[in-house]
């Protein structure tokens, strides 16, 4: 068990990196041609929707792809091919009736998303979602080919798959740059409509390959039987829709986070790229951490090893503070240098690095319970416990309704601010921070009623410790910081980055290894 979980850690940390240095590409240079600007805050706002759906849905690491890989791991690979084909036609006929309804509705979507984004703003946002569309059915099958690829331990596809978007945007870019280059009086670069076409034919392609791939493990059977196998795919719809919400937690909460964000210009924006650069890590480690527990946990739970399984939650757990909390400590230490390294060129100017680290420093701090509350709902799949993640994830959107608007003033129209907590955009932030963590302590009491007892008083402790240790390590790096000369070089930041992590590294490795809360070991990942 632990060669089968170390050899897929490395494929799919090798490959989900992959994605992210591709996707960090495509984000420096949207961040140099767009900038803070209107043709990327819309943008934003047009992708919400199919957005959503292809990380919930066509998503690695998604209830669709968690509900495949719990019912087809077990079935030989004909009867699993006829269950994830008639999954697909089925499923592929609901998402291609619900594209239609955003294309003709797209307008309305659009002044129902962001009602206080300009005109100009939401015409082309209108534009760019008609586009967008095809994305919708496109999703389903990918999140399905996902499940079916893992499902045969085809881990290291699955996590370089998604660079395939990026790449095409990145290739999108720079064409338009080369033909304005020839072309001065070319406006492609700045069409309203390229990030658009660049993301619908980057998911088309992706669609192709995850078609090829599925098709020569033998998933993919177009000469079904649809009168078998009911019952494999009512369990597959079953885990589907509830799981669709409670994991879809954040992904939802964004479409409330950016109707109160439309009040403040280029907002939209400032927390793509924040957001960017927080996923970017956080992508790898959800992968690299829980992607492999979950067939673990799937067979620990079909052989009744309850000690098993807990045990092994309880080591995932240790493992997920351990690095969550080192990274909210870089992040927050080293976030001017990160931010101007990474975007502050071209269009992307230096009052644009200013309020991106500022939303940097508060998506940083809640990294934690981001993880953490990812871990809690896989494992509530893959026992096939969805109804009470369901029902928090319901709670979970009213409260983050409730603090988006307290925490930007508790606006009313025609009567001002009811609060006197305007934290602005940051405040959007510090309210999905306060959910997840009063989601991640319900979901982790309730694990008893499944007969999965967390060490609670202990885990505190731990994630204690840990915190004093990046908090230590973050303070003597700011006083390394305070009396080194700045200059305007991305050569010298990038130095100062560099030699500041590593700096932090060891002393925060230090401290938690003397304080007994680090089972880390640098030779040895298990013992």
């Given amino acids: 068990m632990h060669s089968f979980f170390n050899n897929n850690v490395v494929s799919i940390s090798f490959g989900t990196s992959l994605s992210k240095l591709a996707g960090c590409i495509r984000q420096i240079l949207i961040a140099a041609a767009f900038g803070i600007g209107i043709t990327y805050d819309a943008f934003n706002y047009a992708y919400i929707i199919p957005g959503f759906l292809l990380i919930i849905i066509g998503g690695i690491n998604g209830p669709l ?14 009867d699993g091919g006829v269950v994830l084909t008639q999954v697909s036609v089925k499923l592929s006929l609901l998402l291609i009736s619900l594209a239609l309804l955003i294309f003709f509705n797209s307008r309305f979507l659009i002044e ?39 499902s045969r331990n085809k881990f290291f596809l699955s996590s370089v798959s998604p660079s395939i978007t990026s790449l095409t945007i990145i290739f999108f870019i720079l064409i338009s740059w080369f033909f304005n280059q020839i072309n001065t009086s070319s406006s492609f670069l700045t069409y309203s409509g390229l990030l658009a076409y660049a993301t619908l034919t980057g998911t088309f392609l992706q669609f192709l390959i995850q078609i090829w791939e599925t098709k020569k493990i033998g998933l993919l059977r177009l000469k079904s039987t649809f009168h078998l ?17 409670s994991s879809g937690l954040n992904q939802i909460n964004v479409f409330i986070d950016m109707f ?11 927390l793509a790229y924040g957001n960017f650069l927080i996923q970017a890590p956080l992508g790898i ?11 673990i946990f799937s067979k620990l ?84 416990k969805t109804k009470f993640p369901f029902q928090l994830s319901l709670s979970g959107i009213l409260l983050n309704i409730f603090f988006d608007w307290f925490l930007i003033g508790a606006p009313i129209k025609n009567f001002g601010n009811f609060s006197p907590y305007n934290f602005g955009v940051v405040g959007i932030i510090l309210s999905s921070l306060i959910v997840n963590f009063i989601v991640c302590i319900l979901l982790s009491f309730n694990l008893r009623s ?8 202990d885990l505190l402790k731990k994630f204690i410790l840990m915190s004093l240790s990046s908090f230590i390590a973050s303070k003597i790096c700011l006083s390394i910081l305070q009396n080194t000369n700045y200059s305007d070089s991305k050569v010298v930041d990038f130095f100062i980055l560099i030699l500041g992590s590593l700096i932090f590294f060891i002393i925060y490795f230090l401290l938690t290894k003397c304080l007994k809360v680090n089972k880390f070991e640098i030779f040895k990942i298990n013992n």
């Fill in 450 to 457: 499944e007969d999965i007892h967390l060490p609670s008083f």
């Fill in 229 to 245: 196998f009911k019952n494999e795919e009512r369990r597959i719809f079953k885990l589907i829709i509830p799981a669709s919400i």
């Fill in 65 to 78: 792809h968690n509900a495949v890989v719990a019912v087809i791991t077990p079935l030989n690979k004909k």
């Fill in 285 to 295: 480690l959800s992968n690299s951490l829980i992607l492999p527990l979950l067939p």
């Fill in 112 to 150: 129902l998303l962001a009602p206080n984004l300009s005109y100009e703003g939401k015409l082309i946002a209108t534009h760019q979602l008609k586009i967008l569309t095809p994305c919708v059915p496109l999703s389903g099958f990918i999140g399905l080919s996902f499940g079916a690829l893992n």
């Fill in 260 to 270: 109160f964000a439309s009040s403040f210009q280029g907002a939209a924006s400032g």
């Fill in 301 to 384: 739970r079909s052989s009744k090893d309850g000690r098993g399984m807990q045990k092994k939650l309880i080591s995932g757990i240790e493992y997920c503070f351990l690095i969550t909390i080192l990274l909210t400590g870089l992040f927050v230490t080293f976030n001017n240098q990160i931010v101007q390294i990474v975007f502050q060129r071209g269009a992307f100017d230096y009052s644009a690095t200013l309020k991106v680290k500022n939303i940097l420093t508060a998506y940083a701090v809640g990294i934690p319970f981001y993880l953490y509350k990812d871990l809690l709902v896989r494992t509530y799949y893959s026992i096939e």
